[in-house]
């Protein structure tokens, strides 16, 4: 017999827009929480982003709003009011991540629907937090990764400051925030009483920076950035090989002693320590790529596991690899991983597998700025 899931017969009022308050409320969803989400007349902005795969359906906007019921109301009208405050007497959790001051405006605030709804766990996703100088300053995922220092270690030495290539600033609030949800329901379930829960895209920034900070903290050197690599274990970086890039971790001597023998070079062993193993694996690969002409090794010639190849997501086959574990049963509305999966209203229906590598193709088409390609491309 089939368990129930985890958060069965939880209700959730998603309130939120953008990434990370629906990261949050997805987790939950996943979880098996009954989400309905609110959104505006004009839709959640996330709908237009990126490829539509259906009118006002997009792949941001599936990807963090899967298992969600919709609803959508006007807040700026006072009916559009009174039936959030419906929805929040009968509901465990809501989420928002309104401008700052728009909740307490329009009445909807954690001060309002806590009176309406005592066990209520009321979730606030903010841009700087509750307190401090900045509370009252929007904020979005790029300018936290600029404001928080993340941009200062992404990319390459000497080139402009990159912007990590997903939206992680956001994902991870939502994460926190999801966290943040199930510690207050088992407080509200201890003490019956309302709790409110707030996260911050800064805090998350802060987060992720952290070891950086604390590094520079403890030593006064500025952190610089790092490509595919990082300062503090070698070789852990990305090397252009004869059939593509590779990523090559080997952060212990025993790892690097199992590396220069699958090398053919294990006098590479006797280097010992970050920096001297990084160094001789330098050192050896450009005596093997012919001088330093950058032919490279075959990754998959030369070297075995655990160096990984980089492929991108316009790779047909990876991405399978990939989906056959999850994220195929997503787009086709599979629900193997989570017990069900309910799409919004405009995105019910199931999509084939034709319709899928359709998509694909269209994809692989952007990222190599050509027409899509036909079905015999895939």
Same mark, same amino acid.
């Given at each position: 017999?089939?368990?129930r899931?985890? !958060?069965d017969?939880?209700?959730?009022?998603?309130?939120?827009?953008?990434? %990370?308050?629906?990261?949050?409320t997805?987790?939950?969803?996943?979880?098996?929480?009954?989400v309905?989400?609110?959104?505006?007349?004009?839709?959640?902005? @996330?709908?237009?982003?990126?490829?539509?795969?259906?009118?006002? +359906?997009s792949?941001p906007?599936?990807?963090?709003?899967?298992?969600?019921?919709?609803?959508?109301?006007?807040?700026?009208?006072?009916?559009?009011?009174?039936?959030?405050?419906?929805?929040?007497?009968?509901?465990?959790?809501?989420?928002?991540? *309104?401008?700052?001051?728009?909740?307490?405006?329009?009445? +909807?605030? *954690?001060?309002?629907?806590?009176?309406i709804?005592?066990?209520?766990?009321?979730?606030?996703?903010?841009?700087?937090?509750?307190?401090?100088p900045?509370?009252?300053?929007?904020?979005?995922?790029?300018?936290?990764?600029?404001?928080g220092? !993340?941009?200062?270690?992404?990319?390459?030495?000497?080139?402009?400051? %990159?912007?990590?290539?997903?939206?992680?600033?956001?994902?991870? @609030?939502?994460?926190w925030?999801?966290?943040?949800?199930?510690?207050?329901?088992?407080?509200?379930?201890?003490?019956?009483?309302?709790?409110e829960?707030? @996260?911050a895209l800064?805090?998350?920034?802060?987060?992720?920076?952290?070891?950086?900070?604390?590094? *520079? !903290?403890?030593?006064? +050197?500025?952190?610089?950035?790092?490509?595919?690599?990082?300062?503090?274990?070698?070789?852990?970086?990305?090397f252009?090989?004869?059939?593509g890039?590779?990523?090559?971790?080997?952060?212990?001597?025993?790892?690097?002693?199992?590396? %220069?023998?699958?090398?053919?070079?294990?006098?590479? %062993?006797?280097?010992k320590?970050?920096?001297?193993?990084g160094?001789?694996? *330098?050192?050896?690969?450009c005596?093997?790529?012919h001088g330093?002409r950058?032919?490279?090794?075959?990754w998959g010639?030369?070297?075995?596991?655990?160096?990984v190849?980089?492929?991108?997501?316009?790779?047909?086959e990876?991405?399978r690899?990939?989906?056959?574990?999850?994220?195929?049963?997503i787009?086709?509305?599979?629900?193997e991983?989570?017990?069900? @999966?309910?799409?919004?209203?405009?995105?019910?229906?199931?999509?084939?597998?034709?319709?899928?590598?359709?998509?694909?193709?269209?994809?692989?088409?952007?990222?190599?700025?050509?027409?899509?390609?036909?079905?015999?491309?895939?």
């Amino acid at each position: 017999m089939r368990s129930r899931p985890l !958060l069965d017969g939880l209700r959730v009022i998603d309130a939120a827009s953008f990434i %990370a308050g629906p990261v949050a409320t997805t987790i939950l969803a996943d979880l098996g929480a009954d989400v309905v989400k609110v959104e505006p007349p004009g839709g959640d902005a @996330t709908r237009g982003m990126d490829l539509e795969l259906a009118p006002g +359906v997009s792949g941001p906007f599936l990807a963090v709003n899967r298992n969600k019921r919709g609803l959508v109301l006007d807040l700026k009208q006072p009916e559009g009011v009174a039936i959030l405050e419906r929805l929040a007497a009968t509901a465990d959790v809501l989420v928002e991540n *309104y401008r700052p001051g728009v909740a307490k405006r329009i009445g +909807v605030d *954690y001060a309002r629907l806590s009176q309406i709804n005592p066990r209520l766990v009321y979730c606030a996703v903010t841009a700087f937090g509750a307190r401090g100088p900045l509370r009252d300053r929007p904020g979005y995922d790029a300018m936290m990764q600029a404001y928080g220092g !993340l941009m200062s270690i992404n990319g390459h030495a000497g080139q402009e400051p %990159a912007r990590m290539g997903t939206s992680v600033v956001d994902m991870g @609030t939502g994460m926190w925030a999801a966290l943040g949800i199930v510690a207050a329901l088992r407080q509200r379930d201890a003490t019956g009483r309302a709790v409110e829960v707030s @996260t911050a895209l800064f805090d998350t920034t802060l987060m992720w920076a952290s070891y950086h900070a604390m590094g *520079y !903290l403890a030593s006064g +050197v500025v952190p610089e950035p790092q490509g595919s690599g990082t300062a503090m274990i070698a070789p852990y970086q990305a090397f252009p090989a004869a059939d593509g890039w590779l990523l090559i971790a080997a952060p212990s001597d025993a790892m690097f002693a199992r590396l %220069a023998q699958a090398l053919g070079a294990p006098a590479l %062993a006797a280097e010992k320590g970050d920096a001297a193993r990084g160094q001789a694996l *330098y050192v050896e690969y450009c005596s093997q790529c012919h001088g330093g002409r950058g032919e490279g090794w075959g990754w998959g010639e030369k070297i075995p596991p655990p160096p990984v190849p980089i492929p991108d997501l316009s790779n047909a086959e990876h991405m399978r690899q990939l989906s056959d574990q999850y994220l195929f049963e997503i787009i086709k509305g599979g629900g193997e991983a989570v017990g069900r @999966t309910r799409f919004m209203p405009a995105a019910q229906r199931v999509m084939s597998d034709e319709a899928i590598w359709d998509v694909i193709a269209y994809l692989r088409s952007l990222s190599r700025g050509v027409e899509a390609p036909g079905k015999q491309e895939r």
